[in-house]
């Protein structure tokens, strides 16, 4: 598959604080999906963006799609505890291809 | 619900005795997927399948294998397993390989 970077690989921060996260490809993609992975369960799809330059947003998320189409970010306004878990960057051409995604702890 | 239902959550077995990790979606989903997870590795796929009878590799497919007899139904088998499989496995499946995968619940896998 693919390689995609994500970045950062762990975030620490306080309950109100907003989050940045992205990704980036040495190769195109026609998607970009961010997930969110609570432990114990699986990846679950929190935005999907299918044209480069599209800005899309779910409540407190906003994703974006590179004009490139090599890079994508998710940003998470005014964080609460219950944001903590795993994200998930995944690129999409033909096979999706996942980062290995961002560890976000959010102290109260 | 719709959702994707694995079978076991957890799974403790030996070196060499044959497993399969059981997958069912309710969405009529054409597309199914079978990922593992481990530490710094994020998630890589081991097979996937267009459709029923078509399945091909992803991209760790040694010591795997899959069937899809029925659109619903997609299980993981290990004819041996070994300790390197020790993993968390996840099986996913959408309408069609582009979009948003739905996934199960996973299974915890160690292989002693």
């Known amino acids: 598959g693919q390689q995609l970077n994500q970045s950062p690989q762990s975030m620490f921060i306080q309950e109100g604080e907003d989050v940045s996260m992205n990704c980036t490809s040495s190769?195109?993609?026609?998607?970009w999906l961010w997930y969110k992975q609570d432990p114990g369960e699986g990846p679950v799809l929190l935005i999907a963006?299918?044209?480069?330059?599209e800005l899309t947003s779910n409540g407190r998320l906003t994703a974006q799609f590179g004009i490139t189409r090599k890079d994508s970010f998710l940003n998470i306004s005014a964080s609460i505890p219950s944001d903590v878990g795993i994200y998930f960057c995944a690129g999409q051409y033909n096979a999706l291809n996942f980062g290995k995604g961002t560890s976000l702890l959010v102290t109260p | 619900e719709a959702q994707v239902t694995q079978n076991p959550r957890y799974l403790i077995t030996v070196t060499g005795k044959k497993l399969t990790v059981t997958c069912s979606q309710n969405?009529?989903?054409?597309?199914m997927s079978w990922y593992r997870q481990d530490p710094g590795l994020g998630l890589r796929q081991i097979y996937y399948s267009m459709n029923v009878e078509v399945t091909d590799k992803g991209d760790v497919p040694e010591g795997y294998k899959v069937s899809r007899k029925e659109k619903r139904n997609f299980p993981l088998i290990l004819e041996s397993p070994s300790p390197n499989q020790t993993s968390l496995y996840f099986c996913?499946?959408?309408?069609?390989?582009?979009?948003?995968?739905?996934f199960g619940s996973g299974t915890r896998l160690t292989v002693v």
């Open positions: 969405m009529n989903h054409e597309y």
């Open positions: 963006l299918y044209k480069a330059g």
């Open positions: 190769s195109i993609f026609n998607t």
């Open positions: 996913a499946s959408s309408f069609g390989v582009v979009g948003g995968y739905t």
